[in-house]
């Protein structure tokens, strides 16, 4: 038998792309980012300032990415600026897939997004994926100066990914902080401070958008329950392995105790954290939402309980689907469905620097007692409560 064996020549179907392009101005970014096809690997050589474009309006339209690419921003400044009216999309990730790293010593590289309206998202993701490996991501205060500030660093709309393994993301504290915003005023209440634009932050992703967190600085709140689709599988959408969170944090939407929502491994929250958890009056459940094996809470963590079953007569305590393997919680944790004006009396393990075991969660309840002093304030069918397994 002749075996006959003939060359092959040419590239193999969608190789990846290792090299590496360098671009200087904006139309060079925008042509290699929202192209499916290479380079894949995209190098800043020079600072971008797209706030010349146009006659100094600035950009016009979201630069969408399309296919799986790199950015490295190499040490420079991309500023993503628009006076455009109601232009907020500064980059869209449309079932696209954009890591942005910064591979400079100084570790200086940066993409700022500004506007002169009211609303600014330096990166809006639908269905699509963003990885923060290095660099800083940042949104200001905008020139336009009203009350209302929609500002978003990182905004996952529906159905997308991001992980942050590094970095730095900020948002213009002005965008948040002051008697006008409702950072100080409706932080805690169900939702309020999604209903105007009082309220800039870092990232925001709706209930089913799935986050990864690994590292980086968040200087500026996050909010991971803004809305949308319920998480539909059956693993956890939000995940916490380290970091450092310099203001408040909102964890995952109320579930009905059927599905994992968040865990937390590792990570530094300086300020308040919350989580919604299902919780039930007659029942225990198999499925915890939260599980806490890990991190460093130096302010008050309150698991706050929805209720599965709707029937809380006569009844003395309840089940929350949530799980304390280990942390270190240095003030409060609270698993009360008191309203933002009341504050719990008694709890247990809230008294300083206490070390988590591994416990399911049972609350006792007892008598309401408000903040203020006077009981007629709290509504009638919230209690304190403590939690009694410690």
């Not at 309006?57 to 006076?83: C, F, W």
Request: hydrophobic letters at 35%; charged letters at 20%.
């Amino acid at each position: 038998m002749l075996l006959t064996m003939v060359p092959i020549t040419g590239v193999t179907a969608n190789a990846a792309d290792t090299s590496w392009t360098t671009v200087n101005t904006y139309d060079q970014l925008k042509a290699a980012l929202s192209n499916q096809n290479p380079p894949d690997n995209i190098k800043l050589g020079s600072d971008i300032d797209t706030g010349t474009l146009t006659s100094g309006m600035g950009i016009i339209e979201p630069l969408e990415v399309k296919g799986r690419k790199q950015l490295d921003l190499n040490g420079h400044t991309l500023r993503m600026y628009s006076a455009k009216t109601a232009m907020s999309d500064m980059i869209m990730i449309r079932r696209g897939d954009l890591t942005v790293l910064d591979s400079s010593s100084g570790q200086k590289g940066t993409i700022l997004g500004s506007t002169y309206n009211d609303s600014c998202y330096l990166f809006n993701i639908q269905y699509g994926k963003l990885t923060l490996n290095s660099g800083t991501l940042k949104v200001d205060a905008g020139s336009l100066k009203t009350e209302t500030k929609w500002r978003r660093v990182i905004y996952c709309y529906v159905g997308g990914t991001v992980t942050i393994n590094g970095g730095t993301l900020h948002v213009a504290p002005e965008t948040y902080e002051g008697e006008n915003n409702a950072y100080g005023q409706y932080f805690e209440e169900e939702y309020r401070d999604l209903l105007n634009g009082h309220c800039g932050y870092t990232l925001m992703a709706a209930n089913s958008c799935k986050v990864t967190i690994t590292g980086g600085t968040f200087q500026g709140p996050v909010r991971l329950d803004a809305g949308g689709s319920d998480w539909k599988e059956n693993e956890p959408r939000i995940q916490i392995n380290g970091g450092t969170f310099e203001k408040k944090v909102m964890l995952n939407g109320p579930g009905d105790g059927t599905k994992p929502l968040t865990v937390i491994n590792d990570g530094t929250f300086l300020d308040y954290v919350q989580a919604w958890v299902a919780a039930s009056f007659e029942n225990s459940f198999s499925t915890s939402e939260v599980v806490i094996n890990g991190g460093e809470f130096h302010k008050k963590f309150w698991m706050r309980p929805t209720f599965v079953d709707k029937n809380d007569k006569d009844l003395t305590g309840y089940h929350v689907a949530a799980k304390l393997n280990g942390g270190t919680i240095h003030e409060t944790l609270s698993v009360d469905p008191v309203d933002a004006f009341c504050t719990t009396r008694r709890l247990r393990p809230a008294t300083r620097k206490s070390q988590l075991g591994n416990r399911p969660i049972f609350v006792s309840a007892f008598a309401p007692w408000c903040a203020h002093g006077y009981r007629s304030e709290c509504p009638k069918r919230f209690f304190s409560s403590f939690i009694t397994t410690f």
